[in-house]
C-alpha cells in the first residue's frame, strides 16, 4: 500500500485516499532525494509484502511475515530491510468529531495526554490534528478561537499509510512533508493507530543504549 498525503481542507466527510477505502495494492512512493538510499535497506517494499500476503489461501500472510522475518534475523528494529509501521506505531488513537471546538480538543489532548486527535466527520476520518498546529492557529486567529467549531477550520495535511507499510519509507515521507505524524489506516478503512516522530525516536534511542550496552 502506498502513503498517501491528504491536502489541507475542511472536515466534511472522509478525506481518506480512495485507495484506503477500497485497499487496492499500489506501489510504494518514491522520492528525489539528494542523498541516495541504501539499496540494503530498499529492497522489500510494503507493496510487495502485501501482494505476498494477499496472494493465495489463508497461510499465505504467515508465509509472508516468515520470508521478511527470515530477512531481517540478527538486524536491529531499526536497521531492517523491511519494518512493518504497525511495529513501532502507537495503536491508541484518541478523536473529536468535526463538530468539536477548538477548546473541547485541547481538552481531550490534556484529558488523555496525547498530541494528536482523528478528526470524524460521520464515523468517517476528516482529519489528523497535532498540539502544534492547534496552539499555532490559536495565535493567529481571533480571541473566539477557542469556541470556533473545527467544522468551519481548514485543517492541515496529514499523511496515512497502511500497518503493512514500510516505517522506513514513512519516515522519509514525513520529513519531506514536514509532518511530524502519520494516520495508520487497517484493512477496514478505520484508524488503526498513530506514528509520531516520537516513535522513530525511540526507535533510534533504543538501538543506541542496546549497542552501547554492547
Known amino acids: 500500500m502506498s502513503i498517501f498525503v491528504s491536502e489541507p481542507g475542511r472536515p466534511i466527510g472522509t478525506r481518506l485516499p480512495e485507495a484506503f477505502r ?12 539528494s542523498a541516495s538510499i541504501s539499496a540494503e535497506h530498499s529492497e522489500a517494499t510494503d507493496a510487495e509484502f502485501q501482494q505476498a500476503v494477499h496472494s493465495g489461501g489463508g497461510g499465505s500472510s504467515f508465509r509472508a511475515l516468515q520470508e521478511y522475518g527470515a530477512a531481517a534475523a540478527g538486524e536491529r528494529r531499526e536497521e531492517r530491510v523491511y519494518l512493518p509501521v504497525a511495529d513501532i506505531s502507537s495503536p491508541a488513537q484518541f478523536s473529536v468529531p468535526a463538530s468539536a471546538t477548538v477548546a473541547e480538543a485541547l481538552e481531550t489532548m490534556e484529558e488523555h495526554g496525547v498530541h494528536h ?42 499523511l496515512t499509510a497502511s500497518p503493512e507499510t514500510d516505517a522506513h519509507q514513512l519516515a522519509r515521507l514525513m520529513l519531506a512533508h514536514r509532518l511530524n505524524a502519520a494516520l495508520v489506516i487497517n484493512a477496514a478503512g478505520q484508524p488503526a493507530g498513530v506514528v509520531t516522530s516520537t516513535d522513530y525516536l525511540k526507535l533510534y534511542a533504543n538501538g543506541g543504549r542496546q549497542e552501547g550496552a554492547v
Open 22 to 33: 477500497s485497499r487496492r495494492v499500489g506501489d510504494v512512493t518514491e522520492l528525489s532525494e
Open 117 to 158: 486527535l482523528v478528526v470524524l466527520s460521520d464515523n468517517n476520518v476528516a482529519g489528523l490534528i497535532d498540539l502544534r498546529w492547534l496552539l499555532s492557529w490559536i495565535h493567529e486567529n481571533s480571541s473566539e478561537a477557542l469556541n470556533q467549531s473545527l467544522i468551519h477550520i481548514e485543517l492541515p495535511a496529514f
